[in-house]
């Protein structure tokens, strides 16, 4: 058994490799390329303890400081692309051009939350008393990324806790852990020690967190079946909990558009990242005068794709980040297949080294299906055929999930109109996948609670506190 790491945590401002490790694959050919640190509780006690000691210096710190801090670690993460771009494929597997779309997304992220500022209300200001409240930090944030974006994600959390003055220990996933931590290299001298702690580890590794009671608050992206467990154990001990979880967003095409001009932005809005997104377009609905216009387009552009190794020139594709994710995509494809269902492209698994699922669209599988009803996170498309507005409006909404939706319209009235009947945290018109630091992103029903992103989500990492001043009695 190995034990040495070749990635070292970031603790109380000190990088360290822990006691033991675990192997990192990629993704591409299945081969170990490097170990990272397998934190023990001992160690995540020792991460929290320095956060603990480290947060009322941060929480004092002048916000303008820690706004310099934000845009200084989002210069390093600029700094340091080529490196951070090459690391982030081996380890997710993605192609070498999304992956720098990342890093500089990450950046970007950094310093868009050094942009936001916590609000003061003035209550009351009258001759009796003064009354305000104000946005105070909540303690130590337990932050837990997921693997299909784990810097950008993981930055989405680290710019406005830190922000508002809160301290925090940060757990990549273990598909993913390096260019987290690579990122804590090359942040440790920029903020004070404590600050920021960055852990990495296997499965045992978020339930120590999320019970753990020198945690204040749990920032967790990834699945709704772990979110449900997160929230449960952070219960517990009352944690605040941020969760942004799993979601089956629907695509709304009218027949108004123009199919052949649509087709690639439709093609992109469920395949980026190899459907490993949380706002992929999962289901796409596409009325039946012009279905089998944009279902012949969308087919011919994608057997013009190259999925491939993210480090090969020209790749456009990549692999599914892991072995548990590729088994249930495939499970998917199986059940479809055994169904009966129409394959227009895709179907057959990848002969070969690697965690490859080809394109895969399905021709108007029914509602009922696994392949509709279920989100797949992977590279596999169902178009569906409808006739009305209201008619699919209620197919959309007929979801546990309520993340993302895109209508796709030519007259941007009705594209508008139908939007707000949409059950979903954020609804895109003739477009899909635009994010902002500035702008809160968050999901409805299954699909998570609180938001992330603008002043909404710095809320997020505060509480409210309320100060009020009787005056004196005029003499």
């Not at 390096?178 to 339930?207: A, H, Q, R, Y």
């Not at 992109?268 to 009325?287: D, E, L, P």
């Not at 492209?345 to 399905?362: K, N, Q, R, S």
Request: hydrophobic share 40%; proline share 7%; aromatic share 8%.
């Amino acid at each position: 058994m190995r034990f040495g790491a070749d990635y070292a945590m970031l603790i109380d401002g000190r990088l360290e490799t822990g006691g033991a490790s675990f192997a990192v694959l990629n993704p591409a050919n299945e081969q170990v390329f490097a170990h990272a640190p397998d934190a023990s509780e001992a160690d995540l006690d020792r991460a929290v303890a320095a956060a603990r000691a480290a947060f009322p210096g941060w929480a004092a710190t002048p916000m303008e400081q820690r706004r310099d801090a934000l845009r200084a670690m989002a210069s390093a993460l600029v700094a340091n692309k080529d490196d951070m771009l090459r690391l982030l494929t081996r380890e997710q597997g993605k192609p070498h051009a999304d992956a720098e779309g990342e890093v500089l997304g990450a950046a970007h992220w950094l310093d868009g939350a050094a942009q936001l500022d916590l609000p003061l209300i003035v209550n009351e200001d009258s001759d009796v008393r003064y009354s305000e409240t104000r946005r105070v930090p909540i303690g130590v944030v337990g932050a837990i990324a997921p693997w299909n974006y784990p810097l950008l994600l993981a930055m989405f959390k680290v710019g406005p806790a830190l922000l508002a003055g809160n301290t925090m220990v940060l757990k990549p996933s273990p598909f993913t852990p390096l260019t987290t931590l690579k990122f804590g290299e090359l942040v440790k001298g920029i903020l004070p020690p404590g600050v920021l702690n960055i852990i990495s580890g296997g499965d045992n590794l978020g339930p120590w967190m999320t019970s753990h009671p020198g945690i204040d608050k749990i920032s967790f992206t990834g699945s709704t079946a772990t979110g449900k467990r997160v929230m449960q154990s952070a219960s517990d001990t009352l944690k605040r909990v941020t969760l942004e979880l799993g979601g089956n967003d629907p695509a709304i095409v009218m027949p108004d558009v123009d199919p052949e001009a649509i087709a690639q932005e439709i093609f992109w809005a469920a395949f980026g990242n190899s459907g490993q997104i949380c706002i992929a377009s999962k289901r796409v609905y596409v009325h039946a005068d012009i279905y089998d216009r944009l279902r012949d387009a969308i087919v011919a552009y994608a057997q013009t794709i190259k999925l491939g190794d993210g480090a090969e020139q020209g790749t456009q594709l990549g692999p599914i980040n892991n072995r548990p994710q590729y088994r249930r995509v495939l499970d998917l494809i199986r059940d479809a297949k055994a169904k009966g269902y129409r394959f227009l492209t895709g179907g057959e698994p990848h002969d070969g080294m690697g965690y490859f699922v080809p394109v895969t669209i399905l021709d108007n599988p029914p509602e009922d299906s696994r392949i509709v009803q279920e989100e797949q996170f992977g590279p596999i498309m169902p178009l569906i055929k409808f006739a009305s507005i209201d008619e699919v409006i209620a197919r959309a909404n007929a979801s546990d999930y309520g993340l993302g939706a895109s209508i796709w319209c030519a007259d941007e009235d009705e594209a508008y109109a139908i939007a707000r009947r949409i059950d979903s945290g954020i609804v895109w018109i003739n477009e899909t996948r635009h994010m902002s630091p500035l702008v809160p992103f968050g999901g409805h029903k299954l699909s998570g609670m609180g938001v992330e992103g603008g002043e909404h989500g710095l809320l997020e990492y505060t509480n409210a506190q309320t100060i009020t001043r009787k005056r004196p009695k005029a003499v």
